[in-house]
């Protein structure tokens, strides 16, 4: 399912009273932390709709909202590197979710495991 910037977005099956919790962001996206379930590792960050969390709560795969590409997307499906959904969790200000995930591959883009392999920034001591 795509979408074009400025269009009005699918209408969700989330459960509505989720959706009353949630406070997004101006887009109407919250940012969605992908962490491996048994081990804590940090995988990475995508962004969601009400949809993409419908989408991730009913089909035990990690669907996101691309916002270059204006568009959902299921992790894996063209990688092979899929998410499998353990369990998802509102932060306390319902502003974030966090997914703990069953990865099977590289979760980056780039083809490291996680997203925050790459770029350690020094603490300056």
Do not use: N
């Amino acid at each position: 399912m795509t979408s074009t910037p400025g269009a009005t977005p699918p209408a969700s099956s989330l459960d509505p009273a989720v959706a009353a919790r949630l406070k997004r962001g101006a887009d109407g996206l919250v940012p969605a932390i992908a962490q491996q379930y048994d081990t804590g590792e940090v995988l990475m960050l995508g962004w969601m709709d009400d949809e993409a969390l419908h989408r991730t709560l009913t089909t035990g795969r990690c669907t996101y909202w691309s916002r270059s590409r204006q568009e959902y997307w299921v992790k894996g499906d063209t990688s092979g590197h899929v998410q499998h959904v353990k369990s998802v969790a509102l932060d306390c200000d319902a502003d974030t979710v966090l997914v703990k995930v069953d990865q099977t591959g590289a979760a980056c883009h780039t083809g490291d495991r996680t997203c925050f392999d790459a770029d350690p920034l020094s603490l300056g001591k």
